[in-house]
């Protein structure tokens, strides 16, 4: 995946302005780990809450769970994971570097002619699919594809590595006390399907959403927030009646379409890519791509779980996982008791926040014939900006600032404001565009004779005069339109 100009302007003005750090970075970093500052926090509890209410609020028939990241060992073992959460990587002998065949094939193939890229990707996708590795191996000489650090194609065999990370509990270290830090938050939904469902007396179908933090030991990590060893999934079990899942599919791929697209991401930048290699778990299953600066690149999973994880942990529990349907079918009889089928929804909560700034940053030139001139903006949908208001007295005497901030207090409990004095408003304006403020307020002389402000709107940079007492409406309309 190459990191264009684009994505490295992007690290740069999310490390300037406080949305994204490395992690450790006075320890020169922690490769594929990310902290998020002050207005990144902000952005992704925004993103948190819209996707929290959409799928809780929205949906009378889903409520919500936060399940530990430490689960009994034995989960993994039935999910799966332990066994079949791989990833094919292959060694170079001379730089001693271990990449995942997918993208050392990937990387080769950008390369080559259109046709002769997918031609092999295909290819890739298939022998992937059927585990056929030493034909992989095959398909890596016969393209003669190199290493990009030692430049020779001096390969080991292509080996399975799994990508959870395990650490020990207790004081006694040994095999039995092992556990996993988890590297998807589902498992936690379907080992308290019937908690939940007993609880909350939700009938199917109804759907189980969480958002919390999942680990993977990803061996290339690349692209920024886009693949990291420590994230955040939003995720969401739909569990329905066995043989409705086609329906069910469709539902969902089109209701997380949409969403994406009310967070103002232009529809063509979005498109489904359906799976040829599916997961262990899925017997339909597809992505939601975006087109990052790297180009189009998976955002959002939507899978087709089937019975496979209620089945797997009621074996390995020796505890039934099953749900009495009392609705009538054809025949008038109840369906009776059933493993329900899971629909899933999982977006990575960090893929997202990249996407939102992917498509909100611009570098725009501003000059004229006279001067040159350029701003950094980023332009958040009101909804996701950290900040919505901006609260700016032009000066720091005359009662000007005793008038902001009682503006500033009017509105600060209904949504996030900033306040500041100092500097020439022209250049608070600026700093507000590159944390992606939708509004500042200038309060100045004239607001003492009429009570009238200037709004300043970031896109448009465009000015006008408002009644003081307009500005809250004003902005709470933008966020929730
Ligand atoms: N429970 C299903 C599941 O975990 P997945 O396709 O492996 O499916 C779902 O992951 C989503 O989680 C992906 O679409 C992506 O947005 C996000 N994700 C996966 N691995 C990630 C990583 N290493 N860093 C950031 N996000 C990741």
Same mark, same amino acid.
């Given at each position: 995946m190459a990191q264009d100009n684009t994505l490295q302007a992007i690290i740069s003005h999310a490390k300037e302005y406080g949305f994204i750090f490395p992690s450790s970075e006075i320890y020169d970093g922690l490769s594929a780990v990310y902290d998020y500052g002050p207005w990144g926090v902000e952005l992704k509890k925004n993103l948190k809450d819209l996707w929290w209410k959409y799928m809780t609020q929205f949906h009378e028939d889903i409520v919500g769970l936060d399940a530990s990241i430490f689960m009994h060992p034995k989960v993994w073992k039935a999910s799966g994971h332990v066994d079949s959460f791989n990833d094919p990587m292959i060694d170079n002998l001379d730089s001693k570097k271990r990449y995942r065949v997918d993208h050392l094939i990937e990387d080769y193939a950008e390369s080559l002619e259109d046709e002769e890229k997918e031609a092999l990707l295909i290819k890739m996708e298939a022998l992937l699919g059927e585990e056929k590795f030493e034909e992989l191996s095959a398909l890596i000489q016969e393209h003669n594809i190199k290493c $990009?650090?030692? +430049?020779?194609?001096?390969w080991t065999e292509i080996r399975q590595f799994n990508l959870m990370f395990s650490t020990k509990v207790g004081s006694v270290a040994d095999e039995s006390s092992e556990i996993y830090l988890r590297p998807e938050t589902a498992q936690g939904i379907f080992v308290n399907f019937l908690n939940v469902q007993k609880t909350s007396r939700l009938q199917i179908p109804f759907g189980i959403a969480q958002i919390g933090k999942a680990f993977r030991n990803e061996i290339v990590a690349r692209g920024f927030v886009f693949r990291m060893r420590e994230f955040e999934q939003m995720e969401m079990q739909y569990f329905i009646r066995p043989g409705t899942q086609k329906k069910w599919y469709e539902y969902w791929k089109e209701q997380r379409l949409n969403w994406h697209i009310s967070?103002?991401? $232009?529809?063509?930048k979005l498109r489904f890519h359906d799976h040829v290699q599916l997961s262990h778990y899925a017997d339909m299953a597809c992505d939601i791509e975006y087109e990052f600066p790297m180009g189009f690149r998976e955002l959002e999973g939507i899978h087709s779980r089937t019975d496979f994880d209620l089945k797997n942990h009621q074996e390995h529990s020796r505890k039934k996982q099953q749900y009495y349907d009392h609705t009538l079918d054809e025949n008038g009889k109840p369906y009776g008791n059933y493993i329900p089928y899971v629909l899933e929804t999982s977006v990575g909560l960090d893929r997202a926040i990249l996407m939102i700034l992917s498509e909100a940053f611009e570098e725009e030139d501003l000059s004229t014939e006279k001067r040159e001139d350029s701003r950094s903006v980023l332009r958040f949908s009101p909804k996701v900006a950290p900040i919505k208001l901006a609260v700016l007295p032009l000066?720091? +005497?005359?009662g000007l600032p005793e008038i902001a901030k009682e503006l500033f207090d009017s509105c600060k409990l209904d949504f996030k404001c900033f306040y500041e004095e100092k500097d020439t408003i022209g250049r608070r304006y600026r700093r507000m565009d590159a944390l992606g403020t939708p509004f500042c307020v200038t309060i100045d002389h004239q607001t003492k004779e009429d009570g009238t402000v200037t709004v300043r709107h970031r896109d448009s940079m465009e000015q006008e005069r408002v009644k003081l007492e307009d500005i809250k409406p004003l902005v709470l309309n933008a966020i929730h339109s």
């Open positions: $990009p650090v030692s +430049k020779t194609a001096n967070l103002g991401i $232009p529809a063509e000066t720091r +005497k005359d």
